[in-house]
């Protein structure tokens, strides 16, 4: 699955129950063999009502049947064991949605288990949930990840518990049905209309799908499996040119790879704007957030990001659907693996165009703090994994990444192939996939010292005694942990450059065989699950050797160290300064460090310094009258941003309202960065009217108004942005996240705080519950005392939203870490701006 997120993401801590051992799981020795279910549903009525049957293998004997319920009214229950139907006592699910029947007499062999009941379609994106009601043409369509089954028909909801699915719908006539299988028959009766699916594969209720609605279909021409791209009749199907091609060969290059064919006969896609998610992975049904899909004038990048996401549902076919975790303790692997591969899917088609998949750990180092939950942490309710978050995605992929270049690509992917045969169509775990590697002493150590702690090393190279010594320390140094870390070092002694390979399992090691003066880069292929910081006083290692993956990562551990207050932090701006100032407008670094710029104003400078710090940079950066020729550049919207909302330079706005006068917003270049100077330069009569704008635009410039009118510079448009998001105008839209743009700016936090606080209804109102628990990561920006005191009150009365006290813990533990920090780095910002105004 992939969420739409905040800045990034994670964790929690389990709430400890007495439960007993177990009761969270169904009986290991009762297996679902074949489930039909058959649904009579209309997307015009809230409630549905459902019959299912339940083929059941019992091994040994049991007096108990078992399977998970919720919010379900059950209406009869009826086993079959021998011949004979008894009628079952109606019981109530536990805590963990598990319902136990006690037998009589235990039975054992073949049991049918067949169950009526009624459900309710919900209005947000869980289980079964209708959209687009205001159209007059609203759609049913189904996310189950995880453990929503449950709430469309009785089962066995666990990814243990895979079985062969056999679905049937009985809806009004004039509508589609759509699932993970091939229509086989469809027949009318008067005003409805019953629609049978063919038998699916072997697979776990969480990857099962199902849309009812007026839909039309465009074909992937060419495609292995004829895929068809379908779409509710409201939504218009611009698909990339190439998306065919990208399908092909996502599935061409995986069956390569693994020596293993495609696992299934279907692989069509579903198209909506689906609230809070990205896509998902429903086996032969991929769900796809239309706003996903890339404007036809998009960037390399935004096409990147999108190929990306088109490669990671795909690979889950093999890595998820047909090899599924055992339980969700393992999900990690689902994600970690899916984002692996779409990256070297990339890599192998579009070579130009890798930018987005870089780097893949840099986004999770930023709350992957202490508090923060492992990888592989245990799970018992729905929602545990939600906790996780993008962690799964990143961290893990990071770590596989690290598993590659130690081994070299062909042992790893030998290993692979071994594996994938293995566990193909089966279930897997993190220790299943280790054995795998068992011809490496340090295999297993490493994967678990990444996968069951929280937090990251800090590798320190220092010079002892002629020698190079490497030390390993937790980033953040509230607790000391120790990692098992395989590392490729580049080594430059000036003429040439080598290669060294060593395994860091000690606190400290001297790194042998290498001059004591030599230039050691730590990050090859940039994909270090790890920080690094030299104090060999060797010299810089020079950029002409690092690739563009090394030399993001050396930049992106510069910004981190530099955050961290581990160098000083306005020498750290001096050099982004010079980049600024000495390298082409448009080039990429350029577009680093404008943005980093930026986010030291989120991130770390308070209202007191702001006014001051922002005429410092002002004096140091290029001055700009003309703007038309920095607009022409891609990355002109960082630059006017900056300028126009950061610094407050008069002709960056009077650039944007230039800009914005010159053309309709359909056809306004960089429109959100124009658009966000816009609003916070605007008075109440002009923040009205760009406000007055949402109503009547395309989807796609509604998208960017929102992540640009939460940018307004006083408590009334802060509100007005607020109201918006939670009418009803914003429904189909993600609104979670965008809470956070006000609380970007200090001085506007504790409004944010009380708005958010007072709105706790209409805000639950929208947000799926499984999601509401990342709210605090609204304020994750913040960076004082006060600030924690602010976030700590307006989540005062969440305590009882799931899994949100360890998010809050996490959200403060950031603030509170980066609080700490700030007092170095803000002395080294006034020793500047002091020396600074001396010299003026
Ligand atoms: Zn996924």
């Known amino acids: 699955m992939y969420s739409s997120r905040f800045l990034s993401v994670i964790l929690f801590i389990l709430v400890s129950l007495s439960a007993q051992a177990n009761t969270h799981r169904l009986p290991e020795n009762i297996t679902l063999e074949r489930q039909n279910v058959a649904l009579t549903l209309s997307p015009k009525q809230s409630e549905f009502s459902g019959y299912t049957l339940m083929h059941l293998a019992i091994k040994q004997s049991s007096d108990i049947v078992a399977y998970h319920v919720r919010d379900l009214v059950i209406e009869s229950v009826e086993l079959t064991h021998k011949g004979q139907t008894t009628s079952l006592e109606i019981v109530q699910p536990n805590e963990f949605d598990i319902v136990t029947h006690q037998l009589s007499k235990p039975i054992s062999g073949q049991a049918k288990l067949q169950i009526r009941y009624k459900g309710k379609i919900n209005q947000k994106t869980m289980g079964l949930f209708v959209a687009d009601q205001q159209s007059g043409s609203p759609y049913i369509f189904s996310q189950f990840q995880e453990m929503e089954a449950r709430t469309v028909f009785p089962g066995f909801d666990a990814p243990d518990k895979k079985a062969r699915f056999e679905f049937s719908v009985d809806i009004p006539k004039q509508y589609d049905a759509l699932h993970n299988t091939s229509v086989v028959s469809s027949q009318v009766q008067e005003e409805r209309k019953i629609v049978r699916f063919a038998p699916s594969h072997k697979i776990y209720s969480d990857v099962l799908a199902l849309a009812v609605g007026e839909f039309h279909s465009v074909k992937l021409k060419g495609t292995p499996n004829n895929s068809v791209v379908y779409a509710p009749k409201t939504i218009t199907l611009n698909l990339p040119d190439d998306m065919s091609e990208l399908v092909s060969n996502t599935v061409r290059f995986m069956e390569d790879y693994l020596d293993y064919p495609f696992p299934y006969s279907k692989l069509d896609f579903f198209v909506a704007p689906i609230d809070g998610l990205a896509a998902m992975e429903n086996v032969g049904l991929i769900a796809l957030n239309s706003h996903q899909i890339p404007e036809q004038d998009a960037d390399g990048f935004a096409m990147c990001r999108f190929r990306k996401l088109i490669a990671h549902e795909v690979v889950h076919m093999w890595f998820g659907n047909d090899i599924t975790m055992g ?29 987005c998949a870089f780097n893949p750990q840099s986004s999770a180092f930023f709350d992957d703090k202490h508090s923060a939950r492992a990888l592989r942490s245990e799970v018992k309710y729905r929602g545990d994994n939600e906790a996780i978050g993008q962690l799964a995605y990143t961290k893990g992929r990071s770590v596989l990444e690290m598993a590659e270049l130690a081994l070299g690509k062909a042992q790893f992917k030998t290993q692979m192939r071994a594996y994938v045969k293995q566990v193909a169509g089966a279930n897997t775990s993190a220790p299943l996939f280790t054995q795998h590697f068992a011809n490496r002493a340090w295999f297993e150590a490493f994967i678990n010292a990444f996968i069951t702690q929280s937090n990251y090393p800090l590798l320190t190279l220092s010079k002892q005694n002629a020698q190079i010594v490497i030390q390993q320390s937790s980033f953040d140094s ?21 290669t060294h390979k060593m395994v860091l399992n000690k606190a400290r090691m001297v790194i042998s065989n290498v001059p004591a003066n030599a230039q050691i880069f730590l990050d090859t292929n940039g994909i270090g699950y790890f920080r690094y910081l030299d104090t060999t006083g060797n ?43 000495t390298l082409p407008h448009g080039t990429l670094e350029v577009s680093n460090a404008l943005s980093t710029l930026q986010d030291t104003f989120v991130t770390l400078i308070p209202e007191s310094l702001s006014d001051e710090y922002a005429h410092y940079l002002r004096s140091k950066l290029p001055s700009i009258s003309e ?27 009077s650039a944007a309202k230039q800009a914005y006068k010159g053309a309709p917003l359909s056809e306004l270049a960089h429109r959100t960065a124009v658009l966000r100077v816009l609003v916070a330069n ?9 406000l007055s704008q949402f109503a009547p635009s395309e989807k796609h410039i509604k998208e960017d108004l929102l992540d640009s009118l939460g940018y307004g510079n006083t408590h009334s448009q802060i509100k007005a942005f607020y109201d918006l998001l939670l009418s009803d105008a914003t ?32 805000i639950s109102k929208r947000i799926a519950d499984d999601k509401l628990q990342w709210f605090p990561y609204n304020f994750i920006t913040a960076c004082s005392a ?4 602010i976030v700590k009150s307006t989540f005062a009365d969440w305590q009882d939203v799931q899994g949100l006290d360890a998010k809050l813990n996490i959200v403060l533990e950031v603030i509170n870490e980066c609080a700490g920090n700030a007092k170095r780095s803000l002395q080294s910002v006034r020793d500047r701006l002091g020396k600074n105004q001396h010299s003026l």
């Open 682 to 690: 605007a008075s109440e009569q002009e923040y009205q009217t760009l």
């Open 731 to 762: 429904k189909g839209h993600d609104i979670d996240y965008r809470f956070q743009f006000p609380a970007f700016s200090p001085k506007h936090r504790a409004y944010a705080g009380e708005y958010i606080r007072s709105h706790k209804k209409a």
């Open 627 to 653: 703007w038309p020729p920095i607009l022409a550049n891609q990355n002109g919207g960082l630059w006017l941003e900056l300028y126009g909302l950061n610094l407050s330079d008069s002709s960056a706005i």
């Open 478 to 498: 509230s607790q000391d942990k120790r990692w098992t870390i395989p590392l490729t070092l580049k080594i430059w002694d000036g003429k040439a450059l080598k």
């Open 539 to 581: 010299g810089k290692f020079p950029v002409a050797q690092l690739s563009r993956a090394e030399q993001a990562s050396y930049i992106d551990n510069q910004e981190a160290l530099a955050m961290a207050a581990k160098i000083d932090f306005m020498a750290y701006i001096d050099s982004l300064l010079h980049i600024i100032n």
């Open 327 to 355: 339980w969700y303790n393992d999900y990690w692997m689902h994600e970690s693996f899916a984002e692996f591969f779409a990256a070297k899917v990339l890599q192998a088609l579009y070579p130009q165009e890798t930018g």
């Open 786 to 789: 006060k600030d924690a005191k």
